[in-house]
């Protein structure tokens, strides 16, 4: 299928997470609609292959690793010496091993906490006043199915991504009056690297609750995440949008 072109012209992004799976296909498409991107993300080897493999001067990345304030802020000050930054996409995340709550190794728990949610609070703690300056801002923050329903064996998980979603509804409320939507989504399981993190049963679990009956493709995600990111989505903000094939029912 032809994918549509969103216009990006002059729009600068940042994509955490972006050296890979849905990040990786996020950057590939902004790029295509003639978007700077700069990908933020923590693993040199997979932000190597994903330059070597765009090889596109309107792309960028730093190492950064978004549940540490101090390098998010200095990626963020980098990049508004010269631009401002239009679109972020709050996309790093782990899963985290999969165990039951009484028996998560402790400092673990609290580190897919950090990522998930505390990484969403320090990109936007540092952009969003950059957007306000700017009057225009985008923001995606990538929570999951997890953080609606709760996955049995993925409490920290869960909790993560249940509290990016609050921090969606009231970032979002408290930027109305201006030209800046945030916006939550929340996937359903998709065959990128993460699910290494989790058992094969885990997996399967997931998938089971599914009523399409399969996983969701990188692209289908991408493309919800672009209208979101787009200067036509005008009015949705502080709201959370469901991509999990018919399982969440809210
Ligand atoms: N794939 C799925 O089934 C699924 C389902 C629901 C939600 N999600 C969410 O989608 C997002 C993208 O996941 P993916 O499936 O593409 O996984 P992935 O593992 O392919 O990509 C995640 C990227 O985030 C980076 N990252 C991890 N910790 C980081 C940190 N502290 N700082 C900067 N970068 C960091 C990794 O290096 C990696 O490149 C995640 O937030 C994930 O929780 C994925």
Same mark, same amino acid.
């Given at each position: 299928?032809?994918?549509?072109?969103?216009?990006?012209?002059?729009?600068?992004?940042?994509?955490?997470?972006?050296?890979?799976?849905?990040?990786?296909?996020?950057?590939?498409?902004?790029?295509?609609?003639?978007?700077?991107?700069?990908?933020?993300?923590?693993?040199?080897?997979?932000?190597?292959?994903?330059? =070597?493999? &765009?090889? /596109?001067?309107?792309?960028?990345?730093?190492? !950064?690793?978004?549940?540490?304030? %101090? #390098?998010?802020?200095?990626?963020?000050?980098?990049?508004?010496?010269?631009?401002?930054?239009?679109?972020?996409?709050?996309?790093?995340?782990?899963?985290?091993?999969?165990?039951?709550?009484?028996?998560?190794?402790?400092?673990?728990?609290?580190?897919?906490?950090?990522?998930?949610?505390?990484?969403?609070?320090?990109?936007?703690?540092?952009?969003?006043? =950059?957007? &306000?300056? /700017?009057?225009?801002?985008?923001?995606?923050? !990538?929570?999951?199915?997890?953080? %609606? #329903?709760?996955?049995?064996?993925?409490?920290?998980?869960?909790?993560?991504?249940?509290?990016?979603?609050?921090?969606?509804?009231?970032?979002?409320?408290?930027?109305?009056?201006?030209?800046?939507?945030?916006?939550?989504?929340?996937?359903?399981?998709?065959?990128?690297?993460?699910?290494?993190?989790?058992?094969?049963?885990?997996?399967?679990?997931?998938?089971?609750?599914?009523?399409?009956?399969?996983?969701?493709?990188?692209?289908?995600?991408?493309?919800?995440?672009?209208?979101?990111?787009?200067?036509?989505?005008?009015?949705?903000?502080?709201?959370?949008?469901?991509?999990?094939?018919?399982?969440?029912?809210?």
């Amino acid at each position: 299928m032809e994918k549509i072109t969103y216009n990006f012209k002059n729009r600068t992004a940042v994509v955490t997470g972006g050296a890979q799976g849905f990040g990786l296909d996020i950057a590939k498409r902004f790029l295509k609609s003639e978007a700077k991107v700069i990908i933020w993300d923590l693993d040199p080897k997979a932000i190597e292959n994903a330059i =070597n493999e &765009i090889d /596109n001067p309107n792309l960028s990345s730093k190492i !950064v690793d978004v549940s540490n304030f %101090k #390098d998010v802020e200095s990626a963020s000050k980098e990049i508004i010496k010269t631009s401002n930054i239009d679109i972020l996409i709050n996309n790093a995340g782990i899963t985290g091993p999969t165990a039951p709550l009484w028996e998560y190794d402790i400092e673990m728990w609290k580190k897919v906490v950090d990522i998930n949610l505390m990484g969403t609070f320090n990109c936007c703690r540092s952009v969003v006043p =950059n957007m &306000i300056k /700017n009057n225009y801002g985008r923001i995606v923050n !990538v929570a999951s199915v997890a953080g %609606k #329903d709760g996955n049995a064996n993925a409490s920290a998980y869960s909790v993560g991504k249940a509290g990016a979603i609050g921090l969606t509804k009231s970032l979002g409320k408290e930027l109305a009056d201006k030209n800046i939507a945030v916006n939550a989504v929340t996937p359903a399981g998709a065959k990128t690297r993460i699910l290494d993190q989790m058992t094969k049963e885990h997996v399967q679990r997931m998938l089971s609750k599914v009523p399409r009956g399969r996983f969701l493709e990188v692209e289908e995600f991408t493309s919800l995440v672009c209208w979101l990111a787009s200067e036509e989505n005008t009015f949705s903000t502080a709201a959370v949008f469901d991509i999990s094939g018919g399982r969440s029912t809210y």
